[in-house]
């Protein structure tokens, strides 16, 4: 079975600067797709960049970049000139191209604190 | 907005009673997804439906049940509650065409168990 890992609990960034967030997973897939979610204090899910792992480029979304790493199965994202409004839960997410649930797996989530 | 819908958003209830939850996924979407997600913690798949049929089961405890509607609006049924029920109650929905999508989450809905 999959499983994904965030090693940091919790995170603090100052305003403005940049932040990296660990994920790792474990799969025996060769083809897959690769989230990151945000959960803000108002607990919605935001989806915050995917990528599908063959491609080689990283994704992108405007400040938030992603260093994909598949031999080291890792799915760093970062946040670049982190705003006040990207404190949040975040969590690291992977699903296989089939399209059962169980095969979308959640990590247990990075607290990030934004000081102003 | 997501475009899914999840009634009620807060729901606050006694032990051993029964409540049901509701999702309206988006339009055209054929799949929903439950999760639970507990204080501080990440979230745990529960049930999947695909155009009115069960498609994949998680960690559902058996005094949970779950159906979708043909029009695929999709109810969570919790019987029996215990005060550990207590718990953000995600739906999500995706269109799970041939290419993998992203699940577009509704706003939860919050289960308090007194």
């Known amino acids: 079975a999959q499983t994904v890992t965030q090693s940091q609990p919790e995170m603090s960034v100052q305003e403005a600067e940049t932040v990296t967030l660990s994920c790792t997973y474990d799969t025996s897939e060769s083809d897959y797709y690769l989230f990151w979610y945000k959960q803000p204090p108002s607990r919605q899910m935001i989806l915050v960049i995917r990528?599908?792992?063959?491609?080689?480029q990283n994704a992108t979304e405007n400040r938030f970049s992603v260093n994909f790493q598949k031999a080291a199965k890792s799915f760093s994202l970062k946040i670049s000139d982190s705003q006040l409004g990207d404190a949040a839960m975040y969590f690291c997410?992977?699903?296989?191209?089939?399209?059962?649930?169980?095969?979308?797996?959640f990590g247990p989530g990075t607290r990030l604190s934004v000081l102003p | 907005d997501s475009g899914v819908t999840q009634t009620p958003k807060h729901l606050i209830t006694a032990t051993g009673q029964r409540v049901t939850l509701r999702c309206s996924p988006r339009s055209g979407d054929l799949s929903v997804y439950w999760y639970q997600q507990s204080l501080d913690q990440g979230l745990q798949f529960l049930i999947q439906y695909y155009n009115g049929e069960e498609r994949a089961k998680g960690n559902i405890l058996e005094r949970f049940s779950a159906q979708q509607f043909p029009d695929l609006h999709s109810e969570l049924n919790l019987s029996s509650l215990e005060l550990g029920d207590s718990a953000l109650y995600f739906c999500a929905s995706s269109v799970d065409g041939t290419a993998p999508e992203k699940l577009f989450f509704g706003s939860g809905t919050q289960l308090s168990v007194l």
């Open positions: 990528q599908e792992a063959y491609k080689q």
């Open positions: 997410a992977y699903r296989t191209l089939d399209n059962y649930g169980q095969n979308f797996v």
